[in-house]
């Protein structure tokens, strides 16, 4: 074992992209994560003789925890950064200590006194390097706090957007459909794309919207040429990912809560789906000239509404755009800044994909 995560709300697709080499130890679940991926020997429950065991293994490098900004998660890393420091002495080999952030929310909303916003910036001292998911979260992080980071390693490495990690290429036509993935909350934006889809006329088109919905929650009278799958299984959802034209992903920031990247963002750009998003998800900076990607104004069922008319009127096959990283990739660049802390060496901050 190379690596190892300590992670909150485990889903199904961290586990379809773990790096070999890692395991995983999981606080928490999301309901909906496939009982198959969870079966996996290097996928636990966490426990703390479970991590106890783990941080004894002489051939880990680096341990990776919550985000700092994943507020209710990062007492609880703060004591396994604590417990890795511990091992670091009577190893007298350094293990790795570090995050991937993601987090898109003002962190000075979250942290609304100047003494919260001292205390986790001090707190960011005991992480050895940090990947920074999206340009928005690294933005949102340097903000608030750009002097803990100066002592911090960190780099921007998006996520891989290129091709999916699960399914195998394919050039078949693509069903007129447009797919929404997850549960139909207003932050999510689910109210105002029923309205854009009425507005659209894409039902008289011949176009279907179809909702995955792993919660129920989408219930009453729903537009015409609406339907809904409740909690799919895995490979169902990779199916409707691989037939379906286009994703819509349409958040809306809520107090408290903004969209961080968006899984079905993601999953739709990796399955070759166009995707139409808004403004408010953290790869937004990253995204304005992709291709695939149309935005519109949250919120706003006029502005969705044309977004998705420009979308399904997109050609099918067209190049994708920026390949980002995988988690391969992350973990590479981590054990780059372990090698760094063992030598002294500077790490650099970017890192060349390799496959």
Request: with cysteine; proline share 8%; glycine share 6%.
């Amino acid at each position: 074992m190379h690596t190892l995560r300590i992670l909150p709300d485990l889903r199904s697709s961290v586990v379809e992209s773990m790096p070999a080499g890692q395991e995983l130890l999981f606080t928490s679940r999301r309901t909906d994560a496939d009982a198959a991926l969870l079966a996996r020997p290097d996928v636990r429950p966490f426990t703390w003789r479970a991590l106890r065991h783990a941080l004894r293994d002489p051939d880990l490098e680096v341990l990776e925890v919550a985000e700092p900004l994943w507020l209710g998660e990062w007492r609880r890393a703060v004591r396994c950064i604590a417990a890795a420091k511990a091992v670091r002495v009577l190893r007298r080999r350094p293990v790795a200590v570090a995050t991937y952030a993601i987090e898109n929310a003002d962190a000075r909303e979250r942290l609304p006194t100047r003494a919260g916003r001292l205390r986790l910036g001090l707190s960011l001292l005991l992480l050895d390097a940090i990947v920074f998911g999206t340009t928005g979260a690294s933005e949102n992080y340097l903000r608030t706090f750009g002097w803990a980071l100066r002592r911090v390693r960190h780099t921007v490495l998006t996520p891989q957007l290129d091709a999916c990690s699960v399914c195998p290429p394919t050039t078949a036509p693509r069903e007129p459909v447009v797919l929404f993935l997850g549960t139909p909350s207003e932050r999510k934006g689910f109210p105002t794309l029923m309205r854009a889809w009425e507005l659209t006329g894409a039902a008289d088109r011949g176009w279907r919207l179809v909702v995955a919905d792993p919660s129920g929650a989408a219930s009453g009278d729903l537009p015409a040429a609406v339907s809904v799958t409740v909690d799919p299984p895995r490979p169902a959802v990779h199916e409707l990912l691989r037939t379906s034209a286009v994703v819509a992903m349409p958040s809306v920031r809520r107090p408290g809560w903004r969209e961080q990247i968006g899984l079905p963002l993601v999953e739709g750009l990796t399955h070759g789906c166009r995707v139409v998003t808004t403004p408010e998800t953290g790869l937004a900076p990253d995204l304005l000239d992709h291709p695939l990607v149309f935005f519109t104004e949250p919120g706003d069922a006029e502005s969705l509404a044309d977004g998705l008319r420009r979308a399904m009127d997109g050609r099918s096959g067209v190049t994708s755009g920026p390949p980002g990283h995988t988690k391969t990739d992350v973990v590479a660049w981590w054990r780059a800044s372990e090698n760094a802390l063992a030598t002294r060496e500077p790490c650099h901050a970017e890192l060349r994909r390799t496959r």
